[in-house]
């Protein structure tokens, strides 16, 4: 008995209307594919969070850079100034102030640069201000004080600032103690900005949907905190 092998015509051409559906088929599924590729990326939303601890006491100033990118973001003065009329009688001035650089704004409100609590978040919705950022001050050595950063612990700056001409939202963290009403001391303990532009970051988050943290910062570099005399 005759046995036949499988029949494998060669030189098949499928028709021009099933070429055409199979076409279509494989574009619609093709899409398909890449949508929900699109759908499994994971967020590029990520918290740089360096922690640092440095001081600054009477008539010193600090640099931040957020970013590393050595381009000084904000300036901290803790200013100190005497004056003394021509009978010898004198007065002291002490003031604590953040100065965001360039178009750079703070999380202000009508009573200075605002001592945001952990959780907060810091984002588009919030109102900004540029320039001189008050903090906390006082008059001569009594017990005269103002400022909503007079004796806080933990509380945070509110930072908008640009990075390759894109919008970044980041904190500062710090530790406020007043004697007197001439003698401020200010502790920064750690910064962090989302690298996500226009994506809000929570006061106090050091991590989101993945996390790097640098380095304590080195010192002699424009990419760390600089401290010293005005």
């Known amino acids: 008995m005759k046995k036949f092998g499988k029949f494998r015509p060669k ?11 199979l076409n279509v088929y494989a574009l619609t599924a093709g899409a398909a594919g890449v949508s929900l590729l699109a759908m499994a990326q994971p967020s590029s939303a990520e918290i740089i969070y ?8 009477k008539d010193a100033t ?17 200013r100190f100034q005497e004056f003394c009329n021509i009978f010898g009688s ?21 009573f200075g640069a605002v001592a945001m609590k952990s959780g907060m978040g810091i984002g588009p919705r919030d109102a900004f201000k540029g320039g001189n950022g008050l903090m906390a001050e006082g008059i001569n050595s009594g017990t005269h004080v103002s400022g909503t950063w007079v004796n806080v612990a933990n509380r945070y700056l509110g930072l908008k600032f640009t990075i390759n001409g894109q919008t970044h939202y980041g904190w500062v963290r710090m530790t406020v103690q007043t004697q007197g009403g001439d003698t401020i001391t200010a502790t920064v303990t750690g910064y962090a900005y989302e690298c996500l532009p226009n994506t809000p970051i929570t006061a106090g988050k050091t991590s989101g949907a993945s996390v790097a943290e640098s380095s304590n910062d080195a010192t002699g ?6 401290l010293g005399k005005r």
């Open 90 to 110: 004198c007065r002291t001035y002490a003031s604590l102030v953040a100065l965001p650089q360039g178009t750079n704004e703070l999380v202000y409100n009508v």
């Open 11 to 21: 030189g098949h051409i499928l028709s021009e209307a099933l070429q055409r559906r």
């Open 221 to 226: 570099t424009l990419g760390s905190l600089a």
């Open 62 to 78: 600090l640099y931040l850079d957020l970013n590393h990118d050595k381009t000084i973001d904000l300036v901290i003065e803790n």
């Open 50 to 57: 360096t922690a640092t601890n440095r001081t600054l006491t």
